[in-house]
């Protein structure tokens, strides 16, 4: 009779979590890594930005106008590694007097950050440059350009030209891996030189140098890059190896007929390397882990490689073993990450990716790189071309097939059912007006069957989707429409939804301290209206408001609502009508010592269907932080909830206290309490049920001389439960203490 309590709860979590989501547009969630160099007229300019910040699937571009014009154009960003994402302007492009330009990133929570955070359109980013050139000589490449450095804090000179305008920090600038090092380097009449105060990193570097002319103009920029080799035969090489054991022992336990291990045992190791030399480049990342118990429970007493991927790459060429990620059209299935191999060829402004893969997303020892069994396999292909830069013109066509030879037991679970197909895609994507108005159209065709032994009664489907986007001063609007027929299946998603039609709408307006946004979904299920199953409808209307407003508590409301009905029934079937409303409201906040969050959360539920199940919740919750002193915090929380429920008018009343404490005791020792408890009560007595339970942890981190790279912590963990029922006056009492030893391992190379 929990459940409704439990429900809300989770209801509340999800509203505070779109709460602060949208509290985050504000917030400047990008870093700018380039341009930060000097920018000269007519030559390319890089951009790269950071935003680790932000999760789920990302677009990102950059907008720029000349100083003076009104219009930005847009640039697409192409995503890399280590959260990065990349683009460069072509030097036609970068023209006098300089540029302005604001960068914007998107997932696929329709959330949109920009840099500048607040008004980007308004107070853009801005590049200033010369409107001319010297004519003297351009620099001399130093000898070092293209070598390899014995020494890892070389002096790095470079000559200046006769005609540098009287060289100085004014007129000089050098820069090291993107760092303005101008200010610790030496300039004379001649040249400029500056010897690292530390040990450079092993492998490559980047120098530039930027002089003025003695026109007043800025020459044009020298670049070079040497290497710091770390063996005879490459650049860099590295590897770390983390090693983590966790023992666990029950010391006593009340209850003698406990489910819980007397020991435990569970080891886990995480492997990095890296080689290179020049464009050539190998990484390893693996982890792997071993359980055990005193209960040898099934499928742990063995070792599982939890995660590895293998990468060659040379320039921008690469073939990825292990686990890999596909991002496929929408319609095709969207990110695709499987175990298997993945090769990616780059020339131009065309990408080829060919990948093949496990057909289920198993992962052991055994299934290392087991891609040749055909009854467990998907292969395919992607192809990326940029039709028109300058417009980010894009087409994508996706190719799968692929087969599941049955369910394979795994664990004492099965997976992915029986299967085979393939399926076709192609998209296309672009701006229609600048940032105003984006666009996007895929068409798909799949053949899908379900007996993976022969070829016999395959369906074939089709699908289809667009979608429309944009962008207007702080506004942003979206809307799509997406179709897919009763046989359309994707051999990537086998357990998707079809025969269905489905429209989409979006709009979400940030002000300088708040935000407003709205989210329209409706979908027709059973589109071409078979016989033996109704036609379902459902529409969702979702509206948000944020306050974030300096020194105020920041404040969010959010509504949503939700009709379903039913149509086109078979004999024998009850209709469906019922309406769903969820209102969240709350705050937060927050001073340097203490912190208080209430919130209320409203659900209803009013079903208009023969069974009559109506339903309608209200939660309130308060929680509180309080740091009376540096090393010592605590964390209150109330929550109180109703539901009523018909046809029985059955009322259940919920109410949850949770207290949690931390204090530091030293650098090395802490303490952990949690008290927490729980009343159930229904207004007929039929359920009243109370829950109290306490646990406290100490942590004690050892500082031995012995092994002193290793991480040595001992816990010490105690529990009391006490559960009642006072409608069968039934007690519960459990108490138990847990030692457990913990140790962190690091080895590095070199």
């Not at 980013?125 to 350009?145: I, K, Q």
């Not at 966790?246 to 492997?271: E, H, I, R, V």
């Not at 979608?467 to 799509?480: E, K, S, V």
């Not at 559960?723 to 190379?749: G, K, M, Q, R």
Request: hydrophobic share 40%; with cysteine; net charge negative.
């Amino acid at each position: 009779m929990l459940f409704p309590f439990r429900a809300t709860m989770s209801c509340l979590t999800l509203l505070l979590l779109i709460g602060t989501a949208t509290q985050s547009l504000a917030l400047e969630r990008i870093t700018l890594n380039a341009p930060r160099a000097l920018t000269l007229p007519g030559q390319e300019l890089p951009f790269s930005i950071s935003v680790p910040d932000v999760t789920g699937r990302r677009q990102a571009s950059v907008h720029y106008r000349v100083i003076g014009e009104t219009a930005f154009n847009r640039l697409a960003m192409t995503e890399g590694q280590d959260d990065e994402f990349t683009a460069t302007l072509p030097g036609e492009l970068v023209v006098a007097p300089g540029l302005e330009f604001y960068i914007e990133v998107r997932n696929d929570r329709n959330e949109v950050f920009t840099l500048p955070a607040k008004n980007p359109l308004g107070v853009p980013r801005r590049l200033e440059f010369s409107t001319g050139r010297s004519e003297s000589e351009a620099l001399v490449f130093p000898d070092m350009n293209g070598q390899r450095i014995a020494s890892r804090r070389p002096a790095i000179t470079a000559p200046l030209p006769p005609e540098t305008l009287t060289p100085g920090p004014d007129t000089v600038r050098m820069a090291l891996d993107d760092v303005d090092v101008t200010a610790l380097a030496v300039i004379t009449a001649t040249s400029v030189s500056y010897t690292p105060d530390a040990d450079l990193e092993y492998g490559s570097h980047h120098v530039i140098v930027e002089v003025l002319g003695p026109d007043g103009q800025p020459m044009p920029q020298e670049h070079w890059y040497f290497s710091v080799p770390q063996t005879e035969a490459f650049d860099r090489a590295s590897a770390s190896f983390q090693l983590d054991t966790d023992l666990g022992a029950k010391l006593f336990d009340s209850d003698t007929n406990s489910s819980s291990p007397d020991w435990t045992a569970q080891t886990s190791g995480t492997l990095a390397a890296v080689l290179e030399k020049g464009k050539f480049k190998v990484t390893l990342d693996a982890n792997g882990w071993y359980i055990d118990d005193s209960e040898g429970t099934p499928g742990q007493d063995e070792f599982s490689l939890n995660s590895y991927l293998l990468k060659l790459s040379y320039d921008r060429q690469s073939l990825s073993l292990g686990d890999v990620s596909v991002e496929t059209t929408e319609l095709a299935g969207g990110p695709l990450a499987r175990r298997g191999g993945l090769l990616e060829l780059s020339a131009g402004e065309t990408t080829l990716q060919g990948f093949m893969l496990r057909s289920n997303t198993v992962t052991d020892l055994d299934h290392t790189l087991s891609v040749d069994n055909p009854d467990q396999r998907l292969s395919g292909a992607t192809l990326t071309h940029n039709l028109f830069p300058a417009r980010d013109v894009v087409i994508k066509a996706t190719a799968v097939s692929g087969r599941n030879g049955g369910a394979e037991d795994y664990d004492n679970g099965d997976l992915v059912p029986a299967n085979r197909g393939e399926l076709y895609s192609l998209l296309l994507s672009g701006a229609i007006v600048d940032e105003l108005l984006l666009g996007e159209i895929e068409y798909a065709r799949s053949a899908y069957d379900t007996d993976s032994t022969d070829s016999i009664g395959r369906k074939y489907g089709n699908a289809w989707r667009t979608r429309l986007t944009g962008r207007h001063d702080t506004l942003d609007y979206g809307a799509g429409f997406t179709s897919l027929d009763r046989h359309f299946q994707s051999i990537v998603m086998p357990t998707g939804i079809n025969n269905r039609r489905e429209y989409t709408i979006y709009a979400a307006k940030t002000f300088e301290e708040s935000s407003l946004t709205f989210n329209a979904l409706h979908s027709f299920d059973n589109a071409e209206m078979l016989d033996d199953i109704p036609t379902v409808r459902n529409t969702g209307l979702d509206l948000g408001y944020t306050l974030n407003k300096a020194d105020w508590p920041f404040l969010f409301a959010n509504a949503n609502f939700n009709w379903q009905q039913s149509g086109h029934e078979p004999d024998g079937f009850e209709s469906i009508d019922n309406q769903s409303r969820i209102l969240a409201v709350g705050m937060s906040l927050a001073r340097e010592t203490w912190s208080v969050v209430p919130s209320y959360v409203l659900t209803s539920f009013e079903d208009q269907s023969a069974a009559n199940m109506d339903s309608i919740s209200h939660q309130l919750v308060l929680s509180l932080g309080w740091q009376p002193l540096p090393v010592l915090s605590f964390n209150p929380a109330v929550t109180y909830a109703r539901t009523e429920s018909d046809p029985d008018s059955l009322v259940i009343e919920d109410w949850l206290g949770t207290l949690s404490a931390t204090w530091i005791v030293t650098d090395a020792q802490n303490l952990n309490l949690t008290v927490s408890g729980l009343d159930s009560r229904a207004n007929d007595d039929s359920v009243h049920t109370s829950v109290f339970n306490v646990q406290a942890q100490y942590n004690w981190v050892l500082g031995m001389a012995v092994l002193e790279d290793m991480t040595k912590t001992v816990s010490l963990r105690g529990m009391y439960a006490n559960t009642l029922d006072h409608v069968s006056d039934d007690s519960d009492e459990e108490y138990a203490a847990f030692l457990s030893i913990n140790l962190s391992i690091p080895v590095t190379w070199p």
